[in-house]
């Protein structure tokens, strides 16, 4: 189970915009994150390379966690809003809930629920629809 202070550290970076770094920080050598229900991807190093691609993509991010945070012995479930600003000045805004299990500090096991559609980028402001 994760001790409060080591969540909120948590929290801070990813509300910081460093999702690598948290990757880095907080997540085990054989962690998983899984997209709802597509196959999980395996391993802290992968996890840290796919997001730094989809960080690359970006102009800008937001990262907001929508408190309370639920914590029930070794799982923790978090709200998320994300805003992404895209090259081409297109934007997608998203809101996901992460089911987490932990081992002691770290992170072992993340699964992410959210409507897929939210994915669609948005035309930037002000572009012709």
């Known amino acids: 189970m994760p001790s409060s202070d080591t969540l909120e550290r948590f929290i801070a970076l990813v509300e910081s915009n460093a999702h690598d770094q948290a990757i880095e920080d907080f997540y085990a050598p054989h962690a998983s994150m899984q997209e709802n229900q597509a196959p999980p991807r395996v391993g802290r190093d992968q996890l840290v390379t796919g997001e730094r691609k989809v960080m690359a993509r970006a102009t800008s ?65 002000g572009a012709a629809i």
């Open 61 to 125: 991010i937001e990262s907001r966690c929508v408190r309370p945070v639920f914590v029930n012995g070794d799982h923790v479930v978090i709200r998320w809003v994300f805003r992404f600003v895209w090259q081409d000045d297109s934007v997608t805004e998203m809101e996901e809930l992460a089911h987490q299990r932990w081992d002691g500090e770290r992170i072992v096991q993340e699964q992410f629920f959210y409507d897929p559609a939210q994915r669609k980028p948005q035309p930037p402001p």
